[in-house]
């Protein structure tokens, strides 16, 4: 079956980075789109970046941009999001996705498989 399960969350603290990687199988990995969401406690599951199918074209939210970096391998049927400069309000669960295209990614509704998450906790 579809599973899709991350790892490489953690406490660290504001500042540092982290690497989070979302494994993949039970589907053709490399047709897919992959996004990033995550969910701070409370609050509703937002946007973090997508990367189309082929790796060649990535896509963040605003308030990521020059920090996080997603990244692929197909062979390996994995997707990376790389976190730098971490802050405290990144605290979430955070979640890979299979689904979206280059135009149609930023929503949760634009994905067909979702991960289980994986808490990332950043202290002051």
């Known amino acids: 079956q579809v599973q899709l399960v991350e790892s490489g969350g953690g406490l660290v603290q504001a500042g540092d980075s982290l690497r989070l990687s979302c494994s993949a199988s039970?589907?053709?990995?490399?047709?897919?789109?992959m996004g990033w969401f995550r969910q701070p406690p409370g609050k509703e599951r937002e946007f973090v970046g997508h990367?189309?199918?082929?790796?060649?074209?990535?896509y963040y939210a605003d308030s990521v941009k020059g920090r996080f970096t997603i990244s692929r391998d197909n062979a390996k049927k994995t997707v990376y999001l790389q976190m730098s400069s971490l802050k405290p309000e990144e605290t979430a669960v955070y979640f890979c996705?299979?689904?979206?295209?280059?135009?149609?990614?930023?929503?949760?509704?634009?994905?067909?498989?979702w991960g289980q998450g994986t808490q990332v906790t950043v202290s002051s």
């Open positions: 996705a299979a689904g979206g295209s280059a135009n149609l990614y930023s929503k949760t509704w634009d994905y067909d498989y």
């Open positions: 039970g589907f053709t990995f490399s047709i897919f789109g």
């Open positions: 990367i189309t199918r082929s790796g060649l074209s990535t």
